[in-house]
């Protein structure tokens, strides 16, 4: 069965740092992926997705994924966390029919000052 | 402004109360989903639907209905609330058309049944 599984439940970092949040997908084929963020009382947006193009994905505010298929991973990162990035990050992936999206668990980040 | 919209942000209700969380979508979309979050865990797809008069079930079992019969309109029935039914409620729309099927999400309405 298809799963996305998210390594860490909580990632703390500094300001300034950078933010490395891990994400494996299992997968029989080479699914779409997807990056969403969860800021508190927000509703879930898209920071980027992985469509079978380039494997190296930038989205929005700095972050970027790389899609691994010899890992089966899609890590999410950025080179230097800023206190606005703390939120609730999910690693997404979409089914084979296409009819629904299969979520992690999520990561917590925090951004000390 | 195109947008997706929930309401009410929070609800607290008593056993055996008819609810119904209301999902409403300017965007234009044909699908829209519901998904429910427990505390700590991932989402899970409860209810689609492809357009008007279309309405299916999701991957996670769930004793909530739902209906379309307004494109820009997903309401989601709950005929007897229960304390099982504690739990986030997310609402989310795509365009059928678009690639990569990049679904937009509302901010969710969290459910509490005493």
């Known amino acids: 069965a298809q799963s996305v599984t998210q390594l860490d439940s909580h990632v703390s970092v500094s300001e300034g740092t950078p933010v490395l949040l891990r994400c494996n997908y299992s997968s029989s084929y080479s699914p779409s992926l997807f990056w969403y963020v969860q800021h508190p009382n927000k509703g879930l947006q898209l920071l980027l997705k992985?469509?079978?193009?380039?494997?190296l994905v930038k989205g929005i505010n700095g972050f970027e994924a790389e899609f691994k298929k010899s890992e089966t991973s899609f890590h999410l990162t950025k080179p230097s966390a800023h206190m606005s990035d703390a939120a609730e990050y999910f690693c997404?992936?979409?089914?084979?029919?296409?009819?629904?999206?299969?979520f992690g668990k999520g990561t917590t980040l925090s951004v000390s000052s | 402004e195109a947008d997706i919209y929930q309401t009410p942000r929070y609800l607290v209700i008593g056993t055996g109360k008819k609810i119904t969380l209301e999902c409403s979508q300017t965007?234009?979309?044909?699908?829209m989903y519901w998904y429910q979050q427990d505390p700590g865990m991932e989402l899970h797809l409860i209810h689609y639907s492809y357009g008007v008069n279309s309405t299916e079930k999701g991957d996670l079992s769930s004793e909530s209905t739902v209906s379309r019969i307004r494109t820009e309109h997903f309401p989601l029935t709950l005929e007897s609330a229960r304390p099982s039914h504690t739990s986030q409620y997310l609402c989310?729309?795509?365009?059928?058309?678009?690639?990569?099927?990049?679904?937009?999400f509302g901010p969710g309405t969290r459910l509490t049944v005493l």
């Open positions: 992985y469509t079978s193009a380039a494997t």
């Open positions: 965007m234009g979309h044909d699908k």
């Open positions: 997404v992936s979409l089914n084979q029919a296409g009819t629904a999206l299969i």
């Open positions: 989310a729309s795509s365009d059928l058309k678009g690639a990569a099927h990049e679904q937009f």
